[in-house]
T-cell receptor, first 112, second 114 residues
């Protein structure tokens, strides 16, 4: 039972354009969401997060949007740069339970 | 070096052998985690630990054993390796509960079971 889903295994975007990565979840008890970025042969690194009490969080070129009624979150990268090419994982947890539930990942390729 | 390290980075073993993957963190984080990454499954939690001598099962614990005698170390043992345990294994650590629940990951161990 995949509680966190990333339905697009891969995405290609032109450099300078907007990249939008999507994530859906089924567990309404999740109250915190995170995005991780992973380069080949490295561990995932934290990118940005959002609490369920918010609907948007920005950090430079990265913005995460949360739509609780649709159980959907998205990561926007503007403008996309070649260094953004990586696998992106969304993850969720509920407070009081430190276990993260990860999605299957989306491989983003930025085309120069 | 500060941070979280894993050893070995690569390991090839045979079915039935015992293998131990090491994880060490220098931040004194309370929580430590073991994940495996497989195509089509993303990262799945194997075991985690809230503190020294406290461990609990994750999503896919079968075939694995963990221990945490010291806060900074969290070894993962495959008691009798199987081919289905061929995977990339990541260790992670985090602070005790807080709004910023970021987990810090090690570089991973690529394990091949022949």
């Amino acid at each position: 039972d995949q509680q966190v889903k990333q339905n697009s295994p891969s995405l290609s975007v032109q450099e300078g354009r907007i990249s939008i990565l999507n994530c859906d979840y089924t567990n309404s008890m999740f109250d915190y969401f995170l995005w991780y970025k992973k380069y080949p042969a490295e561990g995932p690194t934290f990118l940005i997060s959002i609490s369920s009490i918010k609907d948007k969080n920005e950090d430079g070129r990265f913005t995460v949007f949360l739509n609780k009624s649709a159980k959907h979150l998205s990561l926007h990268i503007v403008p996309s740069q070649p260094g953004d090419s990586a696998v992106y994982f969304c993850a969720a947890l509920n407070f009081g339970n430190e276990k993260l539930t990860f999605g299957t990942g989306t491989r983003l390729t930025i085309i120069p | 070096d500060a941070g979280i390290t894993q050893s070995p980075r690569y390991k090839i073993t045979e079915t039935g052998r015992q293998v131990t993957l090491m994880c060490h963190q220098t931040w004194s984080h309370s929580y430590m985690f073991w994940y495996r990454q497989d195509l089509g499954h993303g990262l799945r939690l194997i075991y985690y630990s809230a503190a020294a001598d406290i461990t609990d099962k994750g999503e896919v614990p079968d075939g694995y054993v963990v221990s945490r005698s010291k806060t900074e170390n969290f070894p993962l043992t495959l008691e009798s390796a199987t081919r289905s345990q061929t995977s990339v294994y990541f260790c992670a650590s985090s602070e005790l509960q807080g709004l910023n629940n970021e987990q810090f990951f090690g570089p991973g161990t690529r394990l091949t079971v022949l």
